[in-house]
């Protein structure tokens, strides 16, 4: 009896050792295949977030190069911005300064224009002249200096120099001089390109001695052949002793013409050489004198 008993419990404890086994060997499987899918699934997420980082960087780069595009579009609108702003503000500037002269007010033009005008003086008489290059060119009138044994020529502010002629024509009666000035520069004034009929005009000078003085009126003829084949400008500005060689400006404080003569018995006539005729010497006389 005792036998069979042990058998018994022998038996049993082979059938509990059995199912244990094969529980054991079923968990197992069971959790190396929850271990491949665990690294299935962690492989997957890997590569996930490799693709996430891979397109987050690109993304970036896009970006950045997106900004960059716009922030120098963005450079270029300023800029034409600015440049359209300084247009209009010149424009405006232009407009109030032709309203200005338009309406009678030449006192800035004159400031401007007058330091280049210059007063000669020479033992035959008086005249006027205008400086036409900074390194002290004048032009004026051949009468002022013709037969002159001693001239000297004073400036805007004052200053008394001497002269060298460096060029006349009688024909013309226009003279080129050199103010003797070592190391000087001289306010100037630059010939027109064009003149209007009827368009007001400044005739800028020393009448009678009286220096620096300045005369209004209007061109009457732009053109006006002379009979020694000189093209001359009419107006109606006063012409007087003292006021030749002197120069006649436009509105923009350009020479149109060098003040000459008047014709005798007739007011509100007055001729100024044509500044086609006075820039035509100037260019020949100073060709190859300028560095």
């Not at 064009?194 to 368009?199: C, D, M, N, S, T």
């Not at 002379?226 to 436009?250: E, K, T």
């Not at 014709?263 to 004198?289: I, S």
Request: proline residues 3%; without cysteine; negative net charge.
């Amino acid at each position: 009896m005792k036998e069979k008993k042990e058998s018994f419990l022998l038996t049993i404890l082979f059938i509990l050792i059995l199912v244990e086994g094969i529980f054991l060997a079923v968990t197992n499987s069971e959790i190396k295949t929850l271990n491949v899918q665990l690294k299935d699934q962690s492989d997957y997420f890997e590569l996930k977030i490799k693709t996430l980082e891979t397109q987050l960087t690109e993304l970036k780069n896009v970006s950045d190069e997106n900004f960059g595009k716009l922030q120098k579009n963005l450079d270029l609108i300023s800029e034409e911005v600015k440049g359209v702003q300084k247009e209009s503000l010149e424009k405006i500037k232009k407009v109030q300064e032709e309203v200005s002269t338009s309406n009678g007010d030449f006192s800035k033009l004159i400031q401007e224009t007058l330091p280049a005008v210059v007063s000669i003086k020479a033992n035959t008489g008086v005249g006027s002249g205008v400086i036409i290059h900074p390194d002290g060119y004048v032009i004026t009138n051949y009468h002022v200096i013709k037969d002159a044994m001693l001239a000297d020529l004073t400036t805007y502010d004052g200053s008394s120099h001497k002269i060298n002629i460096v060029a006349t024509d009688a024909n013309s009666d226009l003279a080129i001089l050199q103010i003797t000035a070592e190391n000087k520069k001289f306010h100037y004034l630059e010939f027109a390109d064009k003149i209007i009929a009827g368009e007001r005009v400044l005739a800028l000078g020393n009448p009678g001695g009286l220096e620096f003085s300045v005369a209004e009126g209007i061109i009457s003829a732009t053109e006006r052949p002379g009979p020694n084949g000189i093209l001359y400008i009419q107006s109606d500005v006063p012409i007087n002793p003292g006021n030749s060689g002197g120069p006649l400006i436009n509105k923009q404080g350009q020479i149109i013409g060098i003040n000459t003569l008047k014709v005798k018995g007739f007011e509100g006539v007055g001729f100024a050489v044509h500044y086609k005729v006075a820039k035509e010497m100037v260019d020949k006389t100073l060709k190859g004198k300028l560095v």
